[in-house]
């Protein structure tokens, strides 16, 4: 059905349509993907985790296409990544038993967590609160790199990946510090 025009069709648009439970619009965003995932986990984990944290890309690359709002800042093929590299990342914290800290839009529900429902729902509430008290806070450029360089981006990936120079990386950096550490909203965290 979308293989005769798949070239010409967006990420956004494979997953504006995969949210609406279009199959082949995911398998087609998986395809494109594949590469991304492959390299993400044998950076991330090495050849021992690379099936692992496949899967957990993969997860969060579902993730994305269920929470990507179009006309954001950032583009699908972005957030995608993001989302993919975070839930790497979580992964491998929570098999090393480090706290596990999630801020990006990736909606965690009860079974992806073994705590009791009412907690995890505290818990999505409190994150949503965070990242609500965040972006009132700091400037559209500053969230970004804090989302990046908590997702354990390097400055010049950060840099490339929002299309700044390393410097701009830097002093958005020392800005929200500064932000964030006068900031009260945190004691009520």
Do not use: W
Request: contains cysteine; glycine residues 6%.
């Amino acid at each position: 059905m979308l293989s005769a025009c798949e070239t010409q069709i967006s990420d956004e648009q494979l997953a504006a349509l995969a949210r609406t439970g279009n199959d082949e619009a995911f398998a087609l965003l998986v395809s494109r993907f594949s590469e991304s995932l492959h390299r993400l986990s044998v950076k991330l984990g090495g050849a021992s985790e690379e099936d692992d944290l496949a899967q957990e890309g993969l997860l969060g690359l579902l993730s994305a296409v269920r929470s990507y709002q179009s006309g954001g800042s950032a583009s699908f093929s972005t957030y995608a990544h993001t989302c993919m590299r975070n839930r790497m990342i979580s992964a491998i914290r929570a098999s090393r038993g480090e706290p596990v800290l999630l801020l990006e839009n990736e909606p965690q529900t009860p079974s992806a967590v073994s705590e009791d429902p009412a907690a995890v729902l505290v818990r999505i509430e409190e994150l949503e609160s965070l990242r609500t008290h965040l972006r009132s806070v700091l400037t559209e450029l500053e969230y970004n790199v804090l989302m990046r360089y908590l997702g354990s981006y390097s400055y010049e990936e950060i840099a490339a990946e929002l299309s700044v120079g390393r410097k701009t990386v830097d002093n958005a950096l020392a800005r929200l510090r500064r932000k964030l550490a006068s900031a009260p909203f945190l004691s009520r965290l």
